[in-house]
Antibody, heavy 121, light 111 residues
Framework: QITLKESGPTLVKPAQTLTLTCTFS??????????VGWIRQPPGKALEWLSL???????RYSPSLKSRLTVTKDTSKNQVVLRMTNMDPADTATYYC?????????????WGQGTLVTVSS | QSALTQPASVSGSPGQSITISCTGS?????????VSWYQQQPGKAPKLIIY???HRPLGVSNRFSGSKSGNTASLTISGLQAEDESDYYC???????????FGGGTKLTVL
């Protein structure tokens, strides 16, 4: 059974760096083809894709946020970490990590519960 | 402003069928057969219900079906049930630069 869970601060100040951890079980990020993505959703708004990291450490980022994002993995801990620099109130959102469907492209079949991050001074 | 355009809301009565459209461009929906649909209930994470235009993951009801024509993808829900009342989002692969785009979401109300 695949599960994912996001953790990190619920409140960050403008200009600070956000660090979120996705801890998962039921699969390994060292297995060929596996990927974990990050998607966010501002309150009452649409989903926005942020990043995707693959089993081979290849990484992809949203072009509009690429300069602010870094994603890493720790295979031994079954964790993926997302860092977003220079946080702004517009970055207030629920942040989700999700498992990329096996043999899939950019679709996600298992999601974490999400974590709400508020950016405010 | 989302890259893909969906109607803000649709509604239908129990037992009826409804269709939600998702309009993009030749750079995303029209260029690839990598359109997905997600169902999101209030306060919950999205759930994948359609991938690669018209494939259902295991466990998803066959009342959900997907299709695509040109730059527009569609999600059809047949035999509407009260439990289908949710927000629905489409997504599409958009090439090696943009990667993945989402629609603005559609709120389905079951009357």
């Amino acid at each position: 059974q695949i599960t994912l869970k996001e953790s990190g601060p619920t409140l960050v100040k403008p200009a600070q760096t956000l660090t979120l951890t996705c801890t998962f079980s039921g699969f390994s990020l060292s297995t060929n083809g596996v990927g974990v993505g990050w998607i966010r959703q501002p309150p009452g708004k649409a989903l926005e894709w942020l990043s995707l990291i693959y089993w081979d450490d290849d990484k992809r980022y949203s072009p509009s946020l690429k300069s602010r994002l870094t994603v890493t993995k720790d295979t031994s801990k079954n964790q993926v970490v997302l860092r977003m620099t220079n946080m702004d109130p517009a970055d207030t959102a629920t942040y989700y990590c999700a498992h990329r469907r096996n043999d899939g492209w950019y679709d996600f079949d298992f999601w974490g519960q999400g974590t709400l991050v508020t950016v405010s001074s | 402003q989302s890259a893909l355009t969906q109607p803000a809301s649709v509604s239908g009565s129990p037992g009826q069928s409804i269709t939600i459209s998702c309009t993009g461009s030749s750079s995303d929906v029209g260029g690839y057969n990598y359109v997905s649909w997600y169902q999101q209930q209030p306060g919950k994470a999205p759930k994948l219900i359609i991938y690669e235009v018209n494939h259902r993951p295991l466990g998803v009801s066959n009342r959900f079906s997907g299709s695509k024509s040109g730059n527009t993808a569609s999600l059809t829900i047949s035999g509407l049930q009260a439990e289908d009342e949710s927000d629905y989002y489409c997504s599409s692969y958009a090439g090696s630069t943009t990667r993945l785009v989402f629609g603005g979401g559609t709120k389905l109300t079951v009357l």
